[in-house]
């Protein structure tokens, strides 16, 4: 538990006019507990705490140990979401831009040894033009239908902008000479070694190693990983570092046609999810964790997409232990034409860059996705799109790289540029709905257009109905329990034709229900979850359950 404070001035300025950092929070005012990690909007049941939308402040105490003094001690926060400044005993000691990757800096100089220390932290859930995801703040100018500094902000998106210190914080030591970062790349031994002469680069032979691979390939040892262990010896004062790096061996190709693992056509068939829950929000949870991997594996799903935010190192570790294939998502959810202008690049770049640092070295990840439903169609997506793909392929030449696109073949600039064709449909849902007897017709024309155009393999990443749980219709209406078997049945007629042509993969929209912010069209959020917000299924879980266990089963009788 922090001592916790949202800004409520009406510039919400007052924590740095009045200089918050200088001392404890609880001297500057009321303060209330707050749970690290958690999202600080549904713990409470203020509404305004719920709505807050800019600076909140958090403090505790540390202790640290008078034994790190000849250390270096660096502090590092797994995620705080947006902008967030951090100080220790009254000392700016770090500050970073986005919501889902982590950040660290060494501490030495503003730590007290032996002795207890103030650690404050501001975070801003601010979103603009700029930010990845995007938002927009609208101010009320009309006072005689709003009250003075009336204010809410909108974001790009459809998920409730959920803020505060989301993952983990911790304080830990290393050598003064450390271990900065590996990277592991595996690759066949007969292939030659590239060597980079800025770094350290060393190959080592493993002869017949036990491949990385997916549970639904192997169902008793999936999910193999190997651990390199790399010391970094101190010649001046015989200080090791030791560091300690897992990883999978596993190849990953793709052709015209077909998505590849260990050279094997590999089928995803999965979800897209989201980090959400009750009270929590997007806060890491361990229970909630486990319980998505077992609904997972009681589903069948063999993949996952990060939508639309990079998740948290614990859920990664999970994909990478237990075989489950990931695609790993950037924030770039919801670029439109204004968001795709120099500055906004830069920054896009720059998310890429922690992303694929963070992530390089986990076999569960196949595929980069750099964005989500962008405006695809105008053209300056075209140059946009072409340098946030470039600029990841040199990061890391191994993955293939996609964004999952809303937009019509015939019409997207963007796609030119990927390696797999990701696609969001809702026939029967967004347009026709009700009507599933459209599905037969216009998915196929849909998904062939893009594969003929293109010819490169299509993975359906999101397709879903909205589905109140305990509401049954006969015959099937929408937000029925009905309605939403009936629709994704419907799809999976399609997708079984054209499995064995080009469509590498059908992912369903949504995991489960999740927080949006308020609609005309959301009850209390998206409720196109296969499960509840509280992981318990509705009928479309079991049918999807069936299928994905009958392809399973039908790889591993073979
Ligand atoms: C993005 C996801 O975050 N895709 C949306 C999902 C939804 O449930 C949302 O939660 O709304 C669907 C985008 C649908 C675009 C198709 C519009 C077709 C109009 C005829």
Redesign the pocket.
Known sequence: MWNFRADFSPGRNDGFSNEWWKFPLKKTGNVIPMPVPSSFNDITTDFKLREYVGWVWYDREVYASSDWRNKRVVLRIDSAHYFTQVWLNGVEVMSHVGGHLPFEAKVNDALKFGQINLLTVAVNNTLSPLTLPPGTVHYANDPKSYPPGYFTMTGQ???FNYAGIHRSVRLYTTPTVYVDDITIITKNASRSQVAQSDRLVNSITISNPTLWRPYSEDLKNPGYQYTLKVELRNSMNGEIDVYRQKFGIRTIRWTDTQLLINDKPFYCHGVAKHEDSDIRGKGLDYPLIARDFNMLNWLGANCFRT??YPYAEEIMDQADAQGVVVFDESPG?GISKTNMGPENLKHHLDVMKELVRRDKNRPSVIIWSVA??PQSNYDEARDYFKSVIDFTRKLDPTRPISFAD?QNYDTCKAAQFVDIIFV?R?YSW??DMGHTEVVAYQLPENLNGWHNKFKKPVIIT?Y?ADTISGLHTEPANPFSEEYQAKMLESYHKVFDDLKKKFLVGEMV?NFADFMTDYAVNRVNG?K?GLLTRQRQPKAAAHRIRERYWRIINANNST
Do not use: L
Request: hydrophobic letters at 30%; zero cysteines.
């Open positions: 998106f459809d998920f939508s639309h959810v989500n439903e809303a969001n809702y967004y347009s999101e879903g929209w998206n196109k």
